[in-house]
Every structure is written in C-alpha cells, then in structure tokens.
C-alpha cells in the first residue's frame, strides 16, 4: 500500500504564513502600544510594514543595501565551504586527521561570533574599497558555515555501500578511488543538505560583519541607522527582506539538490 499524501509543501508554507501574519497583527496591537507623546511602536503593524516598504516606496532601494551583504554571504560560503569539503575529504584519505579536523570544527562553532568579529574588524577591516563588500563579513560568514558543513561531508563520505568500497578496493583502487568513485556520490545528498542550510548561516554571518563597522552599504548599516532614528516599521521591513533573501537562497540551493540527486527525491515510502 502507498503512503498517505500529505498537505502540499506550498499550500503548508502559505497557511504557515497567514497564521504568522495574524499573530504577529495581534501581537502588535495587544501587546504593545505607542509610547506617549510619540509615534513610535517597537513592534508595528503589517499594515505599517507594507506602508514603509510599497507605499512610501523603500523597497526601490533595496538592491542597494542588500547587494554588499549578499556578495559577502556569498564569497564567505564559497570559501568556507570549499575549505570544509577539503579537510573532509582529507579525513577520508587520511582517517587519523579525523579527530583534528572535528575538534577544529567544534572550536569555530563554539566561538563567540560577536568577539570573533571584534576581532576580525581590528586585523582586516571593512571595506578595502567604499561599495566593496566588507572583509570582516566574508570572514564571518565563512566562519559560519564551515562546522554545518564539515559535519555533513564526513557524515557522508562514511556513509558510502561497504560493498562498493570492497569492489574498488579488490580492482586495485587505492583510497582516492574510493572517495571520487563511491564515497563522493553516496555523501552529495548529505552534503548539499549542510549546503543548503549554509546559506542562511552565511547570510546571517554577512550581517553580523557588517554591524562591525566598516562598511557604508549594506544591510548592517542600514539596520544601525534606522535604529538610530528609531523607524521600527524600517527595521522590521529590512529584517523582512532579510528573512526572503535567505529564504530564496535556501530554495535555490534545494531545488539544486533535488536536481543533482533525483534518486533521492524520488523516493516513495511503501
């Protein structure tokens, strides 16, 4: 007997979203209200939301604020995670560097990012050049990836058919055979899973580096000053877009995976 269908994905993701949208509308009224003698409410309507963005017309410029972030999120993610599936594959070669490799990746996990990008913004900076992406947020978000991924190569890479791995050891494949034959097909679901939840990690590691300082575009700094004037209804749309960006990218790189691995997908359950 087949499995019962389930709710599709998009109707589920559209009810989700309509009932988030009412409690954050009930949350805005009930729980907070203007401060006297003002117009500010830390937490505003969607109404205000939408006013901010579509009626007075700031979502004109969001490119412009969000393009530095996402070529930040986007460098830091190809760097972090090219350097992840490296000493992954280095722990298949050779397994005795295992224990290092997991201890190093359970050290950038652990550290406190805040003090790490005190840090980062004293030895590299921001912006070489002003509209060029900050160095700090590279680093941070590279950082930001590297354990997710780690963590699901080697997961991965161990989890290859030891059958297959004895056919390749019996025709006189050595232990990179194995890992380019074998053990790098049967990880790519697991890998392009810690991929796909880098994207929001990396993204989120972009604006951190950019609350450092540094930097004159971008999400961070964009953030900052509509704090500064205390514009609740502009914070919250820039938190907004944020969310969508990683949202989209972390879909992208779904659909990818779904792509490079059907015979996942397609899976049914008896």
């Known amino acids: 007997m087949g499995a019962r269908k389930g709710m599709p994905g998009w109707l589920a993701g559209l009810i989700g979203g309509v009932v988030l949208i009412a409690v954050w509308w009930l949350f805005s009224i009930l729980a907070f209200q203007e401060q006297a003698g003002t117009s500010f409410n830390p937490v505003p309507s969607p109404a205000a939301v939408f006013d901010w963005l579509f009626v007075q017309g700031n979502i ?3 490119w412009s ?11 830091g993610f190809a760097w972090g995670n090219a350097l992840a599936l ?11 560097s295992e224990t290092v490799v997991t201890q190093v990746a359970v050290v950038t996990y652990c550290l406190p990012v805040v003090a790490v990008g ?4 004293v030895i590299l900076g921001g912006a070489k050049v002003p509209g060029d992406p900050s160095e700090t947020a590279i680093f941070l978000a590279a950082l930001s990836v590297f354990f997710t991924t780690v963590v699901g190569a080697v997961g991965g890479f161990k989890s290859a058919d030891k059958a297959s791995l004895d056919v390749v050891r019996v025709y006189g494949g050595n232990r990179w055979t194995q ?3 074998v053990r790098l097909i049967a990880a790519l679901p697991s890998i392009l899973n810690a991929l796909q939840i880098a994207v929001p990690t990396a993204f989120l590691g972009a604006v951190l580096g950019e609350y450092m300082g540094g930097i004159d575009r971008g999400v961070g700094p964009t953030l900052i000053r509509l704090q500064g004037q205390l514009d609740s209804a502009g914070v919250w ?7 969508v960006v ?3 990218g972390y879909g992208i790189v779904g659909l990818i995976a779904k792509l490079v691995t059907p015979w996942v997908s397609g899976r049914r359950t008896a």
């Open 118 to 121: 005190g840090i980062s913004i």
């Open 60 to 62: 004109a410029g969001a």
């Open 86 to 96: 490296l000493l992954s594959a280095f722990v298949l070669v050779f397994p005795r």
């Open 237 to 243: 749309s820039v938190f907004l877009l944020t969310a």
């Open 65 to 75: 604020v969000f393009q530095p972030t996402i070529t930040a999120a986007l460098i």
């Open 246 to 248: 990683a949202l989209v």
């Open 179 to 181: 890992l380019v034959k």
